[in-house]
């Protein structure tokens, strides 16, 4: 099946074969031992290790609960009239659908994809990149968007990418893709990533935003098997990140048990740690609880180094 498709989900897998994910899982472990296949995004993908990235195809029928969990709170982190900007990904298209009802938005991308998911709410104001369109994730790159969002200035940016560690922070396997990301990076009082438990600990060719420049994480719940997911999350958090973690999502997740990182559990004010490498001369605000869409969305887990 992964040679057919590119790429293919735990989910499909267990579908196709009548077994639990549990077993699944298993097996494509041992698959990977073999040098048959890379796990990648509550999946598996043909190996080709740093260098290899699934198209858009691939990406959007792989973690699709958990993705959708993520929109869901991350949405509730965006109030009306703000400005932000909003990166390439199949989460952040998750995220576009919703951000369609907050009025009074305005946001720039450089995401096709994102700007069709507003291109119809009569409430946001969708102002694109200029660039070069890379057609395997409908996203533009280039100098030209990288040009386009010199002097820009708005208050949050929210990204996805291939993998994320403590070590290194969020990351990307194109080098084109990453150099657009950090200049929305640039332009962002507050980073905010949208990643779900499958990128954790993962590790990819270009960094595009370091730990420290992340002020929040919105992910979904490992599972209780996933003990790397749920070590890079303390990692993170030990170093500063805000963790929002959505529960209750399906496919694997680990339900609607207690938050992922145990010893900083509860919903509170955080000030952040400090000024951000992407806000020069700016500090990043302190955020409150979450809004009540975030609420319905999950519960939010904030996090700082003690």
Request: charged residues 20%; hydrophobic residues 40%.
């Amino acid at each position: 099946m992964v040679r057919a498709n590119g790429a293919v989900s735990l989910r499909e897998l267990a579908r196709v074969v009548q077994t639990s994910e549990v077993t699944v899982r298993r097996d494509v472990r041992a698959l990977e031992a073999e040098g048959l296949l890379d796990r990648r995004h509550g999946g598996a993908v043909l190996p080709g290790g740093f260098t290899r990235e699934s198209g858009f195809p691939q990406k959007s029928h792989l973690a699709t609960a958990e993705k959708t969990a993520i929109a869901d709170l991350a949405a509730g982190f965006v109030e009306e009239g703000e400005a932000i900007v909003v990166g390439a990904g199949t989460t952040t298209q998750e995220l576009a659908r919703r951000l369609a009802r907050v009025p009074g938005l305005t946001v720039v991308t450089n995401s096709l994809l994102v700007a069709q998911a507003l291109a119809h709410a009569n409430r946001v104001e969708v102002v694109m990149t200029g660039g070069t369109l890379r057609g395997s994730n409908y996203a533009l790159v280039g100098s030209g968007a990288e040009q386009s969002l010199q002097g820009l200035r708005v208050s949050r940016a929210f990204l996805s990418g291939s993998g994320l560690t403590a070590e290194r922070g969020l990351s990307t396997s194109n080098m084109l893709s990453a150099s657009v990301d950090r200049a929305l990076v640039q332009a962002a009082a507050e980073v905010v990533v949208l990643a779900d438990h499958t990128k954790l600990g993962t590790d990819t060719m270009f960094q595009t935003v370091p730990t420290d420049v992340i002020t929040r994480l919105v992910t979904d719940e490992p599972p209780a098997h996933d003990d790397r997911a749920s070590t890079e999350l303390q990692a993170l958090a030990d170093q500063g990140v805000q963790i929002a973690v959505a529960g209750g999502s399906s496919g694997g997740s680990g339900g609607a048990g207690g938050d992922s990182v145990p010893p900083r559990q509860g919903r509170r004010d955080v000030a952040l740690p400090g000024p951000r490498r992407g806000a020069a001369g700016l500090r990043t605000a302190v955020l409150g609880e979450a809004s009540a869409g975030a609420e319905r969305g999950g519960r939010v887990a904030d996090m700082r180094r003690r």
